[in-house]
């Protein structure tokens, strides 16, 4: 899901409003948003699609990874050479990337990866990511722990 600068600017407060319901709870019937939001059940259906189409929301459901058959997490800096965004977009096309970030500051991208074991970790580095054209150096920080993770912030 790319960032789309301004759109959230033109977001109208019903708008808004079904989004941090369905951050609530994802499954939250469209007939309960709509007398929660004033609108109908079937202006509501249309509102989400809307919102689904043009990437401002997805619903899905959230697992933590080690109940799935998950054991390694880890957040991997990634300094580059070159195109940042196009070794981004590459990175972006691995399954085991959960997000791909471009940033600011000591690494040029993050990447968040979610892998089996630590042999799975390890060739995701030593043969896929480090192959990757442009990438010049990597840090990996592993996860010990997963204490909080949480998507219902709204839409402030």
Not at 55 to 64: C, G, K, Y
Not at 87 to 113: F, H, K, N, S
Request: hydrophobic fraction near 45%; glycine fraction near 8%; aromatic fraction near 4%.
């Amino acid at each position: 899901m790319r960032s789309r600068s301004g759109d959230a600017g033109a977001m109208d407060d019903t708008a808004k409003a079904i989004i941090a319901m369905l951050q609530r709870d994802g499954r939250a019937p469209y007939a309960t948003i709509a007398r929660e939001v004033g609108l109908s059940e079937a202006a509501v259906r249309a509102r989400v699609q809307r919102l689904l189409e043009n990437e401002t929301l997805q619903i899905v459901a959230v697992t933590d990874p080690t109940q799935v058959g998950f054991q390694r997490q880890a957040l991997i800096g990634i300094t580059v050479r070159g195109d940042i965004q196009k070794v981004a977009d590459q990175l972006a096309r691995l399954d085991e990337a959960a997000y791909v970030v471009v940033t600011a500051g000591r690494y040029d991208i993050l990447i968040e990866v979610v892998c089996e074991d630590d042999d799975h970790l390890l060739n995701l580095l030593g043969s896929r990511i480090r192959a990757v054209d442009g990438v010049a150096q990597t840090e990996t920080l592993m996860y010990l722990n997963l204490t909080k993770q949480r998507y219902d912030w709204g839409t402030r």
